[in-house]
Nanobody, 121 residues
């Protein structure tokens, strides 16, 4: 009943930019945080960036200074601006949200289906 829909992935040359967006919809009581994770081929899924409903951000060291995360509580969206992209940023990027549905007191994790990002010349 909760859906996360991502958009914005694609192919970009090294040094280029992409913007990912994610929108949460469905039966949502409140959102604790939203963010992005990524999984490269043969590797584990890793944190890229998160933002809480209060606007506190957390970014992986590997993307600090290059990526920016922003959120809109009213629209229930989160965006990831990725600049100065490197080949090692190539991965499937997943939106994640920690959400409490109206009939529960507990927050649970929800994931989008993922959007591929390829950085290559």
């Amino acid at each position: 009943q909760v859906q996360l829909v991502e958009s914005g992935g694609g192919l970009v040359q090294p040094g280029g930019s992409l913007r990912l967006s994610c929108a949460a919809s469905g039966s949502i009581g409140s959102i604790n945080y939203m963010g992005w994770y990524r999984q490269a081929p043969g590797k584990q899924r890793e944190l890229v960036a998160t933002i809480t409903s209060g606007g506190i951000t957390n970014l992986a060291d590997s993307v600090k200074g290059r990526f920016t995360i922003s959120g809109d509580n009213a629209k229930r969206t989160v965006s990831l601006q990725m600049n100065s992209l490197k080949p090692e940023d190539t991965a499937v990027y997943y939106c994640k949200a920690r959400i409490r549905i109206p009939t529960s007191l507990v927050y649970s994790n929800y994931w989008g289906q993922g959007t591929p990002v390829t950085v290559s010349s």
